[in-house]
């Protein structure tokens, strides 16, 4: 034995039993947990910065503009210059305002919205939680925000702020329902509430086509209903009205600014990423790739990929509608979204119940008579609505 | 296990006494919600995901938004009360908690909480979607049927609008 | 059937989207520092003093005030020269406008008998010193003629067009009060 192989052996048998002892402790759960949290929390932040450059960039183009530009090449350090002035920006609390509640509002706001996503598939074992009653999860921590609006909002003393956030909470409690209504019927056809199985129930494919639930009819309708509803919860444009700049400043944000406000604005690309996530893992195949020769790359990937594509989706949808009115707003959820997605729910049933057809083009025929019975569904509801009112002489009931 | 009960059961605590002590209502609610939260927590604490997930999107999405509604369609709903803390018939008040207290008390410890604690039983959603479906569909059905009109009858009340002639 | 406006809504945004990146003529942008817009002659942002040769001996501010009187907002302030003797001369020697307060409403320029203020086109005046830095002392407003017919040269030129023709006039009328003078201040010597 050569004194050099001696001390490689030597060196090895201490690096292996610091290797061991590094691994005991890596796989400690604690330390395991926190790893976990750190990198959805890191990554999901790296992205919220990379998108609002996006977002900036893209309505800008959408609007025949070069959007930022200036803060490094083609303004890809705008998020960094972004951060650092509203780290530095003074932070103003109104004398009269509820210090107390006026602090915790940004924190309710934030801290459940990174809670949603802990639970969501991100590739087949980029799983944080996997949660028995994943879904429920979800939407019961989503209705802290209606909270935190409300804490936001009464806490700073300020009208605006007041009604902001009395439209926030109206506005988010009618499009839970669309929203929780067009998930069950998922729930439903999987059998399961756990993101997991339902991710892995969407994984087979007939065909070498996708088995992703948006390529059914009520998968189709449900996905369009979910987007409409998630977009209103998430405060996205058009749905914006709970801090429409034009009407009452800025909601129930008026009074908030510097760090506070980078919170609220953070919450709320997080619920975008949120509820965009669910709806990937609800509709869109969660981290499957589209078709099986595609598998080996890595599920992660996809995912992404699918998150960038609906987020640019609502951006794009953000350069084009303008804000809905208060009342169009109630109308759109209670008298258009909520029976469509009741009637897309019994089309979900049809569609469970016709399965057992045999006979040749069953699935076309299947296909077929559920998409007509959505399709009619969302014309006569649409004319429903739309029809024009009769418009008359205002008639004042106290004033005159 | 213990340590965690003791935190959860010392924030429900603080959280019921501050929202019946605290004089702004707004507070009260607030207070009252992070309760609904401790008591949530201790579901899911005993492994009952669904009911502590259940609770809370019961009770802090639902009632404590409705409780915040109420009071912000109220007038001077966020001046601070004015009268005493304590009302004059505490005495009545006292002795109808001691008695709900003394009930339960009863009640649980007959139900051999002394003993051994049995295995919690591994409930999955399914089970309970089952149970619900099969064994009691029926006092299911009814309850939903009973808060249709209860919401029908709210809607009723709330239109009431004498038609002006 | 509904829903099909918002299609073709979507449909138009995307179009300005990516035609915005081949199209360059959709940009309705000016890279502001790097490019700036062309003026219109006629645009304006504050006074500037004109003069002729000689930046301070060379100003046609001959101190009337009129300036001073009509301005809406009371942004100018002149102080004439004064000799020795404490005769005011026609010489502004100070000549001040605090262009935080002016409002570029050209009735300064409209009232001038000599057209000695005009309107300016420069518009970077921004300072750091909000007190000192927006007031324009006589050194500041002083600029030539040249510079005038620089940004606005068909006013410039008719200007001096006129002002030739005025002194032209003034030189005539020399010419004329010369010859006959000796015979007026003849008969004014006899007067009293």
């Known amino acids: ?400 | ?165 | 059937m509904p829903g099909f406006g918002i299609i073709k809504g979507l449909k138009e945004t995307a179009r300005n989207f990516f035609g915005s990146y081949h199209d360059p003529g959709r940009f309705v942008t000016i890279q502001y520092p790097e490019e700036k817009r062309e003026h219109h002659e006629n645009y304006r942002s504050f006074p500037f003093l004109v003069y002729d040769g000689d930046p301070v001996k060379g100003l046609r501010c001959v101190s009337c005030k009129i300036c001073e009187k009509e301005c809406p907002p009371q942004c100018i302030y002149i102080v004439p020269e004064q000799d020795g003797s404490g005769k005011l001369l026609k010489f502004p020697r100070i000549f001040d406008i605090d262009v935080s307060v002016c409002m570029g409403c050209q009735i300064c320029v409209e009232v001038c008998p000599f057209d000695s203020i005009k309107m300016d086109q420069e518009f970077e005046v921004s300072t750091a010193d909000r007190f000192g830095g927006l007031i324009l002392n006589r050194s500041k407003l002083a600029k030539s003629n040249e510079y005038y017919h620089q940004i606005r040269p068909a006013e410039a030129t008719a200007v001096d067009a006129q002002l030739a023709a005025e002194r032209e006039r003034q030189q005539a009328k020399a010419a004329a009060a010369k010859s006959p003078a000796p015979a007026a201040a003849a008969t004014r010597e006899k007067k009293p």
């Open chain 1, 1 to 400: 034995m050569t004194p050099w192989s001696t001390l490689l052996a030597l060196a090895g048998d201490a690096t292996g039993s610091w290797l061991a002892q590094l691994k005991n402790l890596a796989t400690h759960p604690w330390v395991v947990n926190l790893v976990a949290m750190a990198v959805i929390l890191g990554a999901n932040a790296a992205f919220f910065a990379v998108i609002t450059l996006l977002e900036r960039k893209g309505l800008g183009r959408i609007q025949n503009r070069p959007g930022p530009n200036r803060a490094g090449p083609f303004g890809i350090l705008q998020p960094a210059a972004d951060g650092i002035k509203m780290i530095t920006k003074e932070d103003i609390v109104p004398e009269r305002a509820d210090q107390l509640v006026h602090f915790l509002a940004p924190l309710v706001m934030l801290a459940p919205i990174t809670l949603a996503l802990a639970v969501l598939p991100y590739g087949p074992q980029l799983v944080a939680v996997n949660l028995d009653a994943g879904v429920l999860f979800f939407f019961a921590i989503g209705t802290a925000g209606e909270l935190a609006a409300f804490m936001a909002g009464w806490s700073s003393r300020n009208k605006y702020s007041l009604l902001g956030a009395m439209r926030a909470i109206a506005q988010m409690i009618s499009f839970e329902l669309p929203l929780v209504l067009s998930t069950l019927v998922v729930i439903m056809m999987t059998g399961s509430m756990s993101l997991v199985e339902i991710v892995a129930g969407q994984g087979s494919a007939a065909w070498g086509l996708p088995g992703w639930n948006i390529f059914t009819p009520w998968g189709l309708a449900g996905f369009l209903i979910f987007l409409t509803a998630a977009a209103a919860e998430s405060n996205r444009s058009p749905f914006d009205l709970p801090e429409g700049e034009s009407e009452i400043i800025g909601g129930f944000m008026t009074e908030y600014s510097g760090f506070k406000y980078a919170v609220f604005f953070m919450a709320e690309y997080f619920g975008m990423f949120a509820v965009s996530g669910l709806g990937i893992t609800l509709f869109l195949g969660g981290w499957h790739a589209p078709f099986p020769f595609l598998e080996w790359v890595p599920g992660i990937f996809w995912y992404v990929a699918k998150l960038v594509a609906l987020v640019f989706g609502f951006i794009w949808i953000r350069g084009t509608l303008p804000r809905l009115r208060a009342d169009q707003l109630m109308n759109f959820s209670w008298k258009f979204l909520m029976p469509l997605a009741l009637l897309n729910f019994a089309t979900a049933i049809l569609w469970h119940a016709t399965a057992g057809w045999q006979f040749p083009g069953a699935w076309l025929c299947r296909w077929l008579v559920c998409f007509g019975i959505v399709a009619g569904a969302f014309t006569g509801l649409g004319r429903a609505m739309l029809r024009r009112r009769q418009v008359g002489p205002r008639i004042y009931r106290y004033a005159s």
């Open chain 2, 1 to 165: 296990m213990q340590l965690a009960f003791t935190i959860i059961a010392l924030l429900i605590l603080a959280g019921a006494t501050a929202a019946v002590a605290l004089r702004n209502l707004v507070h009260c609610v607030l207070c009252l919600a992070v309760a609904f939260v401790g008591v949530a927590a201790l579901f899911l604490l005993l492994g009952a995901e669904f009911v502590g997930l259940a609770q809370i999107m019961v009770y802090v999405g639902a009632v404590a938004i409705l409780m915040v509604f109420a009071l912000l369609l109220t007038r001077n709903a966020d001046l601070p009360a004015t009268g005493p803390l304590v009302s004059k018939s505490w005495l009545t008040g006292v002795s109808i908690a001691a008695l709900v207290f003394g009930c339960l008390a009863i009640g649980i410890l007959a139900s051999g909480v002394g003993q051994a604690a049995p295995p919690s039983p591994q409930l999955s959603v399914r089970q309970i979607g089952e149970e619900l479906m099969r064994n009691y569909v029926l006092p299911l059905e009814v309850l939903g049927v009973l808060l249709t009109v209860s919401m029908i009858g709210a809607v009723v009340i709330a239109m009431t609008d004498p038609k002006p002639d």
